[in-house]
């Protein structure tokens, strides 16, 4: 991890770690934030930079809420996924979530 004063400066230029992490949230809202893979300015541009996420770094929740029991977590499983439609219930890229 990254001293907090120095995430701070990097992310004016590019995306560090903590930054594209709140990406990986359950909240759609933030799920919705911080694409970039590079350069952080972009997020910047289309309106889709979130700081920190609702619950901070240390409380937050990885992953999509459907998909939270350890069955859906199986590599069979998720090599089916795209062709079961379930996933098509979550609102991706959607602002406002």
Not at 26 to 40: H, K, V
């Amino acid at each position: 991890r990254l001293p907090l004063w120095l995430d701070r400066i990097l992310r004016l230029v590019v995306v560090t770690p903590d930054m594209h992490r709140v990406h990986h949230s359950i909240y759609p809202r933030e799920t919705n934030s911080n694409f970039g893979f590079n350069l952080s300015w972009w997020d910047r541009l289309f309106g889709t930079y979130k700081a920190q996420p609702t619950d901070g770094h240390e409380g937050m929740t990885i992953g999509l809420r459907q998909f939270r029991e350890a069955s859906d977590l199986t590599l069979p499983r998720l090599l089916l996924l795209p062709f079961t439609g379930k996933q098509g219930k979550y609102s991706i890229n959607q602002r406002g979530g």
